[in-house]
């Protein structure tokens, strides 16, 4: 079956440091993965896309690496800051690509100390 | 970006009763929305895919007659958990595209449903 792994450790880093969190997957063949920020008790926030033919792909502090050999996307934040502080999740495509159904791995929690 | 509002943010009911649950696309329309459901340190489950104008598209696993969706226009869908009991307890979230196809999925900010 589709199945999608993060660290399920929490991650603690100190401020400034970059974080690095890793997403796994097995039984797919994905078009694009995403990634998404969720604080507790909210929904999650969109944060970048990656495409099965793109290697990488930045977006401000944020760097998405995609490995369609290995079946992994990286996800970096460099520079982190306090407020980077969140549970993050990836998330592939459902079935067709087109339908907007995505399946989401567990989600890694991050911790940004000062 | 698009905005996806969900209604109410925090509901507690009595074992028995039912629940409604709004989920509206603020500034696009959306054919398509999904419903998730999100225990504790848990990860995102999909309940549901509501398609407007047609029936819901249940996960395997989902009971379609305790989890009542509607989608009766572009821009809502309600989910209606009947019947409700204790271990329905959860945090429930919507989430529509904007557009079809590789687009990023907007969610609401949830809504922390506890029976008691």
């Known amino acids: 079956s589709q199945k999608i792994e993060q660290n399920s450790e929490a991650l603690n880093i100190q401020e400034g440091k970059t974080a690095t969190l890793t997403c796994n997957y097995t039984n797919y063949s994905p078009a694009y993965l995403q990634w998404y920020r969720q604080d507790p008790g909210r929904g999650p926030v969109f944060l970048l896309l990656i495409r099965e033919n793109e290697k990488e792909k930045r977006k401000e502090r944020l760097k998405v690496t995609f490995d369609t050999t290995l079946k992994q996307s990286l996800f970096h934040i460099t520079a982190s800051q306090p407020a980077d502080s969140a549970t993050y999740l990836c998330?592939?495509?459902?079935?067709?690509?087109?339908?907007?159904?995505?399946?989401f791995g567990q989600g890694t929690t991050l911790q940004v100390k000062p | 970006g698009a905005v996806v509002s969900q209604h109410p943010s925090r509901v507690i009911c009595k074992s028995g009763t039912s629940v409604k649950i709004e989920c509206r696309s603020l500034?696009?329309?959306?054919?398509?929305m999904f419903w998730y459901r999100q225990f504790p340190k848990q990860s995102l489950m999909l309940m549901a895919t509501s398609n407007e104008g047609s029936k819901a598209t249940y996960e395997q696993g989902v009971e379609k007659d305790k989890f009542l969706i509607n989608h009766a226009s572009l821009t809502l869908s309600t989910l209606t958990v009947t019947s409700a009991h204790p271990e329905d307890s959860s945090f429930y979230i919507c989430?529509?595209?904007?557009?079809?196809?590789?687009?990023?999925?907007?969610f609401g900010q949830g809504t922390r449903l506890t029976v008691v």
């Open positions: 998330a592939l495509a459902s079935g067709s690509s087109n339908t907007g159904k995505l399946i």
């Open positions: 500034d696009f329309q959306a054919t398509t």
């Open positions: 989430s529509a595209n904007s557009l079809l196809g590789v687009t990023e999925a907007f």
